[in-house]
């Protein structure tokens, strides 16, 4: 008889393959994490260390990050907050479950939805019943509104969050779903298999992963990591406009509506294969995407803490 414990634990592996991928990987949001700091000012760099200075987890973003200087340590490790949470069993997913309170935070919901948001890529058949799902572009605006008040108690708390999803709306499978003819969503490519043979792991995988996975491996620290950011600098050295949430998010879409889909327009194969010419591109497109969102982030924090 198979023990309940090792039952529990093959079923949590199961879970986890399951579980569609909702974010730029590790690595994607650390590079865009990188670049801002590279470009923050020094006003704005003690600020932002002050804030996470205070915050619930920083002792452990030290520890993970190892030998980074504390300061930048606590800024890239904060980026990924918001997907760390997920598996973590102080916070929930939903409202009627309750964890313990945790010193600081009146918030302990995993909030998945405000990760994304799932616009249609052509106008839905009428028969459809979806509608668009995912929170990301109230969020974001939002949290730059707490990052805009005197309050310290929940600027910590949502300056983790805004690294992270001024990120999440520069990847152009964050804002966008495709529907077949009967009007079921493909949950931003989580629904598609693909077949890839420059995956260093995987010859399937769906195509929301894929693109999650394209800045590197998700373990991507050190100076790997900043050689990788200086990189992606020296290639895209010029900023972009700031524009606004809604500019970030309709460029991600219409990347999304014409370079992240692998060419199956008659949709014949079930598992459309990545040319090569399809991932250079994809390179390309998501390097230039960690820079922008890297070069906006700077931006905006230093607008936003300059009192
Ligand atoms: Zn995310």
Redesign the pocket.
């Known amino acids: 008889m198979i023990r309940p414990s090792i039952l529990l634990a093959l079923s949590t592996i199961l879970l986890l393959q399951a579980a569609p991928a ?3 990987n590790a690595a994607g ?1 650390r590079l865009s994490a990188y670049i801002a700091w590279q470009k923050m000012d020094e006003v704005t760099r003690k600020k932002v260390e002050g804030l996470l200075l205070q915050h619930p987890d920083h002792e452990h973003w030290l520890k993970r990050a190892k030998n980074a200087p504390p300061a930048l340590a606590a800024f890239l490790e904060a980026s990924t907050w ?2 760390d949470i997920k598996s973590d069993r102080r916070f929930h997913d939903s409202e009627n479950e309750t964890t313990a309170p945790i010193r600081g935070f009146s918030d302990r919901a995993r909030h998945r939805q ?3 948001i799932n616009r249609p890529l052509a106008p839905l058949p009428s028969h459809s019943p979806k509608e668009v799902t995912g929170q990301l572009d109230g969020r974001l605006a939002e949290l730059i509104e707490v990052m805009r008040s005197n309050d310290d108690l929940q600027r910590i708390y949502a300056l983790p969050w805004l690294i ?2 001024v ?2 709306a520069h ?1 152009p499978l ?1 804002v966008v779903s495709r529907y077949d003819r009967e009007g079921q969503s493909d949950d931003g490519g989580n629904a598609l298999t693909i077949a890839t043979p420059f995956h260093p792991r995987l010859a399937t995988m769906n195509l929301h992963a894929y693109w999650d996975d394209l800045p590197g491996p998700p373990w991507l620290r050190g100076e790997r990591l900043e050689q990788a950011g200086n990189a992606i600098m020296e290639a895209h050295p010029r900023p972009p406009p700031v524009g606004t949430i809604s500019h970030w998010i309709e460029e991600s879409w219409q990347i999304a509506a014409h370079n992240a889909y692998p060419d199956d327009t008659n949709r014949t194969n079930p598992t459309p294969e990545i040319t090569p010419e399809f991932n250079e591109r994809a390179q390309e497109v998501a390097r230039q995407r960690i820079a922008e969102a890297g070069y906006r982030l700077a931006f905006l924090l230093q607008r936003l803490l300059k009192k």
């Open positions: 909702i974010a730029w949001h918001p997907d405000w990760h994304y992270h999803l990120a999440d990847q964050h």
